[in-house]
Antibody, heavy 125, light 106 residues
Framework: EVELLESGGGLVQPGGSLRLSCVGS????????MSWVRQAPGKGLEWVSS????????HYADSVKGRFTISRDNSQNTLYLRMNSLTAEDTAIYYC??????????????????WGQGTLVTVSS | DIQMTQSPSSVSASVGDRVTITCRAS??????LAWYQQKPGKAPKLLIY???TLQTGVPSRFTGSGSRTDFTLTIKGLQPEDSATYFC?????????FGQGTKVEI
């Protein structure tokens, strides 16, 4: 059974930094693209970032480009999201999402398949 | 960016009813359209991908249709456990975008 366990969320001050982690199990982690999708409290879904199975193809939403960095350690079955220069607009539940396969083209990493339970990031003074 | 417009924003229906949710893309996404179900406090769950392919384990009362810019999710024979918010999502090109959601109340 696929499991995705996020951690690293919490309360951070505006301008601060945070690193989220997501450990995957129940599948061959390196064979799948991974993504982060966020959801502000009571709001809809917003795609944040994706990367391919090798980790050498990354994609970002304009709202986080230059501030967030997605990465993975396939030896540890772990996906990361480094978040810098956080603002109140970054307050959300951050979901780790397993992709359909390991490939990303320049335009897409295919479907967002299975989702973790999320970790809450609150940016507030 | 590709805008995804969902309607209605909410619908109230009875057990056994048929419910239809529509999603319109601001440009052609061919069949790169997925539907998700999200229950309160839970993560979204993939129901349908490629516009009309049912994900494994999803009840057959859920059907998807459409292509290019206009898509539909239909629930035939609404069940109490179908109470949730449903989102459409385009995976045609970055940035991925989602519809604003349709809340289905029983």
């Amino acid at each position: 059974e696929v499991e995705l366990l996020e951690s690293g969320g919490g309360l951070v001050q505006p301008g601060g930094s945070l690193r989220l982690s997501c450990v995957g199990s129940g599948f061959t982690f390196s064979n799948f693209a991974m993504s982060w999708v966020r959801q502000a409290p009571g709001k809809g879904l917003e795609w944040v970032s994706s990367l391919n199975g090798n980790g050498d193809s990354t994609h970002y939403a304009d709202s986080v480009k230059g501030r967030f960095t997605i990465s993975r350690d396939n030896s540890q079955n772990t996906l990361y999201l480094r978040m810098n220069s956080l603002t109140a607009e970054d307050t959300a539940i951050y979901y780790c999402v397993k992709g359909w396969d390991g490939y990303c083209s320049t335009t897409s990493c295919s479907w967002l398949d299975q989702w973790g339970q999320g970790t809450l990031v609150t940016v507030s003074s | 960016d590709i805008q995804m417009t969902q309607s209605p924003s909410s619908v109230s229906a009875s057990v056994g009813d048929r419910v239809t949710i529509t999603c319109r893309a601001s440009q052609s996404i061919t069949s790169w359209l997925a539907w998700y179900q999200q229950k309160p406090g839970k993560a979204p769950k993939l129901l349908i991908y490629a516009a009309s392919t049912l994900q494994t384990g999803v009840p057959s009362r859920f059907t998807g249709s459409g292509s290019r810019t206009d898509f539909t999710l239909t629930i035939k024979g609404l069940q109490p456990e179908d109470s949730a918010t449903y989102f459409c999502h385009q995976a045609n090109r970055f940035p991925y975008t989602f519809g604003q959601g349709t809340k289905v109340e029983i």
